[in-house]
T-cell receptor, first 117, second 112 residues
Framework: GAVVSQHPSWVICKSGTSVKIECRSL??????MFWYRQFPKQSLMLMAT?????????EQGVEKDKFLINHASLTLSTLTVTSAHPEDSSFYIC?????????????FGQGTRLTVV | TQLLEQSPQFLSIQEGENLTVYCNSS?????LQWYRQEPGEGPVLLVT?????EVKKLKRLTFQFGDARKDSSLHITAAQPGDTGLYLC????????????FGKGTKLSVKP
């Protein structure tokens, strides 16, 4: 099956610094990727839709200047959390849209645990 | 607003027991997915149901899509400790594939 890889798996950063998270589709090309955030004991909430070669579409309430998304190639999308604060600590998960033999499907990365201290 | 309500939120059972978890909504969906998520990992797709009334089986897991395509259930027969995890239902939002809304999940713990 299609594989999506996130890097890093976990990161600890100081308040006020920026952190970049990468999402790669390893064996397929993805024109569309999605970024989700999951707080403890809660479900995944979509933050933004990342489209290759164009600007990301952000969900209501998600600050586009704080969560910078770049989808410069068909296999890589990055999420940069700028000026991170402790309340940004969360589990960030990406997914990439790919085609299987039967259908178009979203394949998820393994997630990145961000802790801001 | 499309919402997916899952129940129960938590379930702790002994190995060998059967269980059913539910995913309900007031909205009609063209398809619905079930995922399983382990701690510290991304969700893994178990099944997609598309047709109202559809039943799909995956070994000891049976998935059903409601006739009206508003609800779904997941039944596990003879649960094993390896079934422990967070079970999430999800549906495509606004017809945009990959743009998913998720339920809050059912956290299942199967004790040996």
């Amino acid at each position: 099956g299609a594989v999506v890889s996130q890097h890093p798996s976990w990161v600890i950063c100081k308040s006020g610094t920026s952190v970049k998270i990468e999402c790669r589709s390893l064996d397929f090309q993805a024109t569309t990727m999605f970024w989700y955030r999951q707080f403890p004991k809660q479900s995944l909430m979509l933050m933004a839709t990342s489209n290759e070669g164009s600007k990301a579409t952000y969900e209501q309430g998600v600050e586009k200047d704080k969560f910078l998304i770049n989808h410069a190639s068909l296999t890589l999308s990055t999420l940069t959390v700028t000026s991170a604060h402790p309340e940004d600590s969360s589990f960030y998960i990406c997914s990439a849209l790919g085609r299987t033999r039967l259908r178009t499907e979203a394949f998820f990365g393994q997630g990145t645990r961000l802790t801001v201290v | 607003t499309q919402l997916l309500e899952q129940s129960p939120q938590f379930l702790s059972i002994q190995e060998g027991e059967n269980l059913t978890v539910y995913c309900n909504s007031s909205s009609v969906f063209s398809s619905l997915q079930w995922y399983r998520q382990e701690p510290g990992e991304g969700p893994v797709l178990l099944v997609t149901v598309v047709t109202g009334g559809e039943v799909k089986k995956l070994k000891r897991l049976t998935f059903q899509f409601g006739d009206a395509r508003k609800d779904s259930s997941l039944h596990i027969t003879a649960a094993q400790p390896g079934d422990t995890g967070l079970y999430l239902c999800a549906a495509t939002r606004g017809g945009s594939q990959g743009n998913l809304i998720f339920g809050k999940g059912t956290k299942l713990s199967v004790k040996p």
